[in-house]
């Protein structure tokens, strides 16, 4: 589906390239189409990674270590805000053609960065998701790398016509413009950042059901492929001639793939003798609290305190209260004693990177019911006691 809005966009960018050589006199058309088209482009990009600044945080991070520049690794987050900021305003600028003579050369040395680092990526794969589209849209390696081509595409057009873009503001408006633009997204990236991204798009937003009530049965496709001829069948398993001894002597197994039906979230939580609690905390039928934090040694100390007194509240209530983190049993009672966290609270194990999708703060708050999120919350909004018995209607 991707692909084929990627191809027919590439048409698209091929016949408005060709309109603007071949018929000169529609040449401010296909010039304004190509503005604008990039435009919109670069902005609804810089808007879905910069409304979860910290998800292309943890992209870029992936990046550093794919290309062992762990040394960077301090200057992930400051990248991320730049460059989600820098992406809106260049596209904003283009869309409303200010300084469009000067700002189609920093659109282009953005898009040759991005166009050389996807086909690498899509050579070798050193990270399985760029993120240009954030949690918002996802794209393989090579999608990203045809999609930039195809931008790439439409910027000639912007290129060649650039000194006959007409702004119709003067030079200081457009340049308080431009500061008006970049400084207000990056506020509304720190804002996302000190609360919790205004649009969730991860499968644990408020609303997701975590698992199926009624799972439907996962099909596993296998394909063969012939020996004489190099053609390729898929057949849905068991629905394939195994028992046949003269076609499997013709035929060879390719590949297989699995295509399972059921929306569900990739998460194992681990208890504290090493059993499987996933069901009984993802699964709970009554009001479940959890605080996620994917490395307690980065976690805001002072919120921890804050949520032991929670928990005692939460847990006078007889509800279900844990801590989900990243880590072995005793990294977690050694936490607990050194930041004087009430004994009882239940710390299980679980992967630190769902950890980082399920809440945008370390720590966290999510509450959860029958598998439904039913409320997410940064740690410097965790509600009270008061606010959350209300939630629950139960005092």
Known sequence: MILNVIIALGIIGAANLAVYFLFPKYRRIAAIISRSFIGLLFMF????????????????????????????????????????????????????????????????????????????????????????????????????????????????????????????????????????????????????????????????KVGSKLYSDNPKPIKLFVKYKCKATGEVKEFLSPNYPYTDSIWLTQWDYDTSRVEDPNKYVNIMIEGKEGNDMTSAVIKNPDYQFII????????????????????EQIDSIGYSFVVLSSGFQEDFEKFKKDNNINEYLQFYNTDDIELKIMVRSNPGLMLIKNGTVLGKWHYNNIPSFEELQKITNKK
């Not at 409304?51 to 991320?80: C, H, Q, R």
């Not at 016509?161 to 003067?170: D, E, G, Q, V, W």
């Open 45 to 204: 990009s810089g808007f879905v990674k910069g409304v979860d600044p910290l998800g292309f945080t943890y992209k870029i991070e992936d990046y550093f270590i794919a290309y062992n520049m762990e040394w960077a690794m301090g200057l992930a987050f400051s990248l991320s805000v730049i460059v989600c900021a820098m992406e809106f305003t260049a596209g904003a600028l283009l869309f409303f053609n200010i300084k469009t003579k000067y700002n189609v050369w920093l659109v282009t040395l953005m898009m040759l960065g991005f166009t050389c680092i996807t086909f690498y990526d899509a050579l070798y794969s050193p990270v399985p998701d760029c993120g240009c589209f954030g949690d918002a849209i996802k794209l393989t390696n090579w999608e990203t790398f045809y999609k930039n081509v195809v931008i790439d595409l439409f910027l000639v057009l912007i290129i060649l016509f650039r000194n006959n873009y007409n702004s119709f503001l003067k030079n200081k408006l457009e340049l308080g413009a431009i500061a008006l633009v970049f400084i207000s997204f990056l506020s509304f990236e720190i804002y996302n950042y000190r609360n919790l991204p205004i649009i969730d798009f991860s499968s644990w």
């Open 292 to 311: 996620t934090s994917y490395n307690l040694k980065l976690a805001n100390k002072e919120s921890f305190k804050k949520i032991s007194k929670l928990f």
